[in-house]
């Protein structure tokens, strides 16, 4: 059974770019979240995609974007890049959409915006 | 604004004592909830997950939830280097989604 991963490990982009971040769910899983970790902080939930669809989305723009691919796999996208941005992006996935907290988180890609 | 309370710490325990970590969350509604550990440079992994009043042990681990006072715990006994870490309250909260807290940083002292 393979686990959750994550592309690429780390990154470093300028004020106005775009990045795009890759992540492979767990065999079995069909729900991917994705998440915002700044340093010192709990990771701030993003969207969540199940079956495709986004399902549920936190508190962030519309520049932040996401695709859910028929392999359940993800992309987060996100546009006009702000200092602000610079984070560890965790994705996780799980078997059930919205029906438990048992995530299984990938190792992360970590933004570097100057 | 729901919110998820922890004291960030460090809480410095010595080894084979209990560690005692805390979080309050705002939302009545909240139904789950979990505790993740986060090793320094990695994803938090899940210790526990609670979801009715009272206790629940896991060998070395203890949950305990409050409903009333909106308030939930874990206790780690026999504290080892190991469970040096970031802990993380997580709460599904009456929309389903999880809210974290910041995290409180565990120092287990030899």
């Known amino acids: 059974e393979t686990g959750v991963t994550q592309s690429p490990t780390h990154l470093i982009k300028t004020r106005g770019q775009q990045v795009t971040l890759r992540c492979s769910s767990q065999?079995?899983?069909?729900?991917v979240s994705w998440y915002q970790q700044a340093l010192g902080q709990g990771p701030q939930f993003i969207f969540q995609?199940?079956?495709?669809?986004?399902?549920g989305r936190g508190n962030f723009p519309p520049r932040f974007s996401g695709l859910q691919f028929p392999n359940y796999s993800s992309e987060l996208n996100v546009n006009a890049l702000e200092l602000d941005d610079s984070a560890l992006y965790l994705c996780a996935s799980s078997s059930i959409s919205g029906d438990t907290g048992e995530l299984f988180f990938g190792e992360g890609s970590r933004l570097t915006v100057l | 604004q729901k919110e998820v309370e922890q004291n960030s710490g460090p809480l410095s325990v010595p080894e084979g004592a209990i560690a005692s970590l805390n979080c309050t969350y705002s939302?009545?509604?909240?139904?789950?909830f979990f505790w993740y550990r986060q090793y320094s440079g990695k994803s938090p992994e899940l210790i526990m997950f609670i979801y009715s009043n009272g206790d629940k042990e896991d060998g070395r681990f203890t949950a305990q939830l409050n409903k009333a006072s909106q308030y939930v715990s874990l206790l780690i006994r026999d504290s080892q280097p190991s469970d040096s870490a970031t802990y993380l309250c997580?709460?599904?909260?009456?929309?389903?989604?999880?809210?974290w807290g910041a995290g409180t940083k565990l120092i287990i002292k030899p």
């Open positions: 065999s079995g899983h069909n729900t």
């Open positions: 939302d009545r509604g909240s139904q789950s």
């Open positions: 997580a709460v599904k909260d009456s929309n389903y989604q999880l809210i």
């Open positions: 995609y199940y079956r495709e669809e986004e399902n």
